[in-house]
């Protein structure tokens, strides 16, 4: 079973910028999609980007033009540069491992069966 861990959160003024980092730790990192999400207080985990094995991307319409995820195969980490930040945005951030290998970008939770311990990221109006 992979360990992936967050980094990066924090609080920031509104129109500011945070840079997320999700380390994991095992094999095959390159073979697997990932995906970040977020979940607000009393809301649902929503779904804000993912990257595929080939680097392939996909975004929520909230965050697209905001928003940039990115992977670093050598390094085992997946990246989301967060820009233009608004106080929506606020929420704790998981990034997560699609469940099978080489398999097509995923947007619902339950395609993803490793999750980090999440990162706390709060924009301030």
């Known amino acids: 079973q992979v360990q992936l861990v967050e980094s990066g959160g924090g609080l920031v003024q509104a129109g500011g910028s945070l840079r997320l980092s999700c380390a994991a730790s095992?094999?095959?990192?390159?073979?697997?999609?990932m995906g970040w999400f977020r979940q607000a207080p009393g809301q649902e985990r929503e779904f804000v980007a993912a990257?595929?094995?080939?680097?392939?991307?996909s975004y929520a319409d909230s965050v697209k033009g905001r928003f940039t995820i990115s992977r670093d195969n050598a390094k085992g980490t997946a990246d989301l540069q967060m820009n233009s930040l608004q106080p929506e945005d606020t929420a704790v951030y998981f990034c997560?491992?699609?469940?099978?290998?080489?398999?097509?970008?995923?947007?619902?939770?339950?395609?993803?069966?490793?999750w980090g311990q999440g990162t706390q990221v709060t924009v301030s109006s």
């Open positions: 990257i595929s094995w080939s680097s392939s991307t």
């Open positions: 095992g094999r095959s990192f390159s073979s697997y999609a």
């Open positions: 997560a491992r699609e469940k099978y290998s080489l398999w097509g970008l995923q947007r619902r939770p339950d395609a993803y069966d490793s």
